[in-house]
């Protein structure tokens, strides 16, 4: 069974800024990427940014710029959202996902329970 808990997500002001934090735990044996996604009522579940074992970023377009990703340097399975510059459209459920192996040869992707992240005045 594996978990990813997210934690960090509130209500701030336009301009403001967040840090998102999902620790992966339980029967992973190694993780190829992790990420966040966001899903706004009524739209489709989007990337945000993601960052591979080997240390490769992908950043949506909608938040290049502002947003970074970044992993615990002591522990490989968790990883940070930093978010600058925020913006009402930026309001959104934040899912952690994780692409990770859990045994030979068994490969999944995972997800968390979703943090809500709202930006207004």
């Known amino acids: 069974q594996v978990q990813l808990v997210e934690s960090g997500g509130g209500l701030v002001q336009p301009g403001g800024s967040l840090r998102l934090s999902c620790a992966a735990s339980?029967?992973?044996?190694?993780?190829?990427?992790m990420g966040w996604y966001r899903q706004a009522p009524g739209k489709q579940r989007e990337l945000v940014a993601s960052i591979t074992s080997g240390g490769r970023i992908n950043d949506g377009d909608s938040v290049k710029g502002r947003f970074t990703i970044s992993r615990d340097n002591a522990n490989s399975t968790v990883v940070y959202l930093q978010m600058n510059s925020l913006k009402p459209e930026d309001t959104s459920v934040y899912y952690c996902h994780a692409n990770l192996r859990i045994g030979l040869g068994i490969r999944g992707d995972f997800w968390g329970q979703g943090t809500q992240v709202t930006v207004s005045s």
């Open positions: 339980g029967s992973l044996l190694s993780i190829y990427v």
